[in-house]
């Protein structure tokens, strides 16, 4: 009967329709802690940082190249441990396309030069003064790094401390053909 | 489908009670009733008519008021219970690793399942809402399932009734009339009707006045506006559509503002006021405690800069002013849909240390320094030949590990110093670790020391950021709704039939869906004007014979607002 079959799809209908509103709103309060402006695969937010030495630092700038970005703060020990291992691997994959660029948590020049310099870091380190760009990146928990592809998508969102290991592999993943 | 034929030739869909046509009852149950159920106008209520798909089913299910109700008591309860620990957002974590440890210490077990169950941050929790979605399905189904006949069953309603049908209305009158007396009656009935503001359509025998009938959408005007209302809190969760967050801006500072692209806050100052003694009420100075400790004000004030369209984040060199006003409580900085709250404070924040370069035996200064924490310097001159070097600065000193200073948090909080002091005397340099009420030489003996002499503080604004667009939608649901209850409350749906008999009588019925005195005062108007026959409240015969059973009728009004 038409009338009946008509009856059924409307019902089908409205209740699909609530059922899935109802669905998303418990998904999206269930994972809402865990959202991330950045998602693996978009694009990453550009944006443009001063260094200690007045060089300007533009992430679309380095298109064509792997970039790894690290938020951190001196108080921050996890990022205190990884600041080597990131160093050597800086070293080796130089040369094959790869840039790291540091970002420190609206600290001062004073303790970042200082920290630089124990730590004898040889990428560039900009200062996020008005912490624009961590938020940008919704970065909460340090140390957080990003990892993008020479294309300029995010490949990787790591938080919590790298080993060289996982800094190769990592690198070795987003660097130039 | 089976139909239900009545008397008078009409198919009527199964589950009807009373004929569409004619209004004759049509069920048994019906037909044992003295008085007709014209709740829905005896029409079928869609779901209890089938029940063969599981989507039948599922429908039928919600389309009860029982469910309906159920659920609202269930909602209500789980509210309650949510009430009896504080809920997770006023509870400080600070001490603890998370949430679930902190219900855990401050309430033992109970605690622990508390917060398991999400009761700790019930609106957030998935059976809360899974509660409040039935919710909306209930509400949107039933009145779908029990709105729609009503509409279709009075747009279509016709004027001559079936005896039955008008003997069964709690409002019945019968009397002998000759044929032009009735005609009369008909005309004069007609123009006392329409006096009174009433829509009267006639047929051939019969007459039906009728006023208000959109009193009887009340209950699904509002069922409308709670459903906008609940759409509007489900957008909330919607990118862009809701931001509440947090910004700690210091005395000095420009900072991003979260959720606020583009934008950029400077705190110029921050101002706390308490009442002095003079402002206040003596009851207030009797108290020692009192004194001054109520709150006057508490005001940022703040420049609002927006970076260029093209501007990257991080980008400030191109920052125009915008705004430039004071965030005071309840007199929030708007703009662009977005509002910044004063919410919280921190006074005193150390900003600048300063301290005297001292000989430690003739306690004689060489001269003083100050250290701006916000930014430090490397080399501070002290009087004309000396200097002191500042070699390492821990905001939050938090003891030493592996004999190295550690920072606990950015905040200087706690601040520690290495200093290395040249004079004319000390040529090579001292060293020396300064902290609060601590210094430690851990190169030798010095001769000099660092002095600590006084501190300039500065203070934190505590600011909401808040954008709400749900705020229409919301308010829009609010006023639908109270239209419904306004409607559904203060006007009701009036009928009044006649029927001429081929016998040679009158018959007049009527009917109103609430406050029935009010159209008891219309039926004796119209009945003295057209001189129609003595009318009788069946309702109030009924009680007056069977007050025994009073009860269990006032058990079946329940539910009649549905």
Known sequence: MDKKKRRFYVRTLILAILVVAIGYTIYTTATKDEVRLLKVGAEAPDFSLVDLDGQTHRLSDYKGKGVMLNFWGTWCKPCKKEMPAMNNQYKVFKDQGIEVLSINQAQTVFEVENFISDFNLKFPVVIDKTKSVTRAYNVNNLPASIFIDPTGKVVRVHEGELTEEMLAEFFSSIKPE | ?562
């Open chain 2, 1 to 562: 489908m089976k139909k239900i034929i009545c008397e008078c030739g009409h198919e009527n869909p199964e589950g009807t009670t009373l004929c569409e046509k004619c209004g004759s009852p049509l069920t048994e149950e019906e037909k044992s009733k003295k008085l007709a159920d014209m709740r829905y106008e005896g029409t079928a209520i869609r779901s209890k008519t089938y029940n063969k798909t599981i989507i039948d089913k599922i429908w039928n299910f919600f389309s009860s008021v029982k469910v309906g109700v159920a659920i609202i008591i269930i909602t209500l309860v789980a509210a309650g219970i949510g009430t009896f620990l504080p809920q997770v957002i006023y509870v400080s974590l600070t001490e603890y690793q998370d949430a679930a440890a902190a219900y855990k210490a401050a309430y033992g077990t109970f605690g622990s399942i508390y917060y398991k169950l999400g009761l700790a941050d019930i609106y957030s929790s998935w059976w809360f809402q899974t509660l409040i979605g039935m919710l909306g399905i209930s509400i949107i189904v039933a009145s779908l399932d029990r709105g729609i006949p009503l509409y279709k069953s009075l747009k279509n309603q016709r004027v001559k009734r079936h005896e039955n049908f008008l003997k069964r209305q709690r409002i019945f009158a019968s009397g002998e009339m000759s044929a032009e007396e009735a005609d009369k009656a008909f005309d004069l009935t007609e123009a006392k009707m329409k006096e009174m503001k009433y829509n009267v359509r006639r047929e051939e025998g019969a007459l039906l006045a009728e006023k208000g009938r959109f009193a009887r959408w009340g209950p699904y005007i509002n069922h409308v506006g709670l459903i906008i209302f609940l759409f509007g809190v489900m957008l909330r969760l919607m990118p862009g559509f809701y931001i509440d967050k947090t910004l700690w801006i210091r005395e000095g500072e420009t900072m991003a503002i979260p959720g606020m692209e583009g934008f950029y806050l400077e705190s110029k100052k921050f101002t706390f006021e308490t009442y002095s003694k003079d402002e206040q009420k003596e009851e207030f100075n009797e108290s020692k405690k009192a004194v001054n400790a109520v709150a006057k004000n508490y005001q940022t004030d703040v420049k609002l800069f927006k970076a260029p369209d093209d501007a990257v984040p991080g980008d400030t060199s191109n920052l125009t002013l915008v705004k430039e006003m004071p965030i005071i409580v309840n007199k929030p900085l708007k703009y662009d849909g977005y509002a910044l709250y004063q919410m919280d404070f921190r006074l005193n924040e150390l900003k600048t240390m300063h301290f005297d370069l001292i000989d430690k035996k003739s306690e004689k200064s060489l001269g003083s320094v100050a250290i701006d924490l916000t930014n430090p310097e490397k080399e501070y001159k002290v009087g004309k030949d000396s200097k002191v070097v500042l070699k390492k600065y821990f905001p939050d000193f938090a003891g030493f590990e592996d004999g190295e200073p550690q920072t606990a948090s950015p905040l200087p909080n706690n601040p520690a110093f290495i200093f290395v002091m040249y004079t004319p005397e000390t040529p090579k340099g001292e060293t020396s670790f300064v902290a609060i009420k601590q210094t430690l030489e851990p190169l030798g003996t010095t001769k000099y020391k660092m002095k600590f002499s006084a501190v300039d503080t500065r203070n934190v604004s505590g600011l909401t950021v808040r954008k709400d667009k749900t705020l229409m939608i919301l308010m829009l649901g609010g006023i639908v709704f109270m239209l419904g209850v306004t409607i559904g409350s203060y006007w009701s749906h009036r009928r009044l039939w006649l029927l001429k008999t081929k016998d040679g009588r009158l018959l007049m019925a009527s009917h109103t869906n609430k406050n029935w005195f009010s159209m008891k005062k219309d039926l004796d108007a119209v009945t003295e004007y057209a001189h129609l026959p003595v009318y009788v409240d069946q309702h109030d015969e009924d009680q007056k014979a069977e007050d025994a059973e009073k009860k269990s009728k006032d058990k079946e009004k329940e539910g009649d607002n549905i």
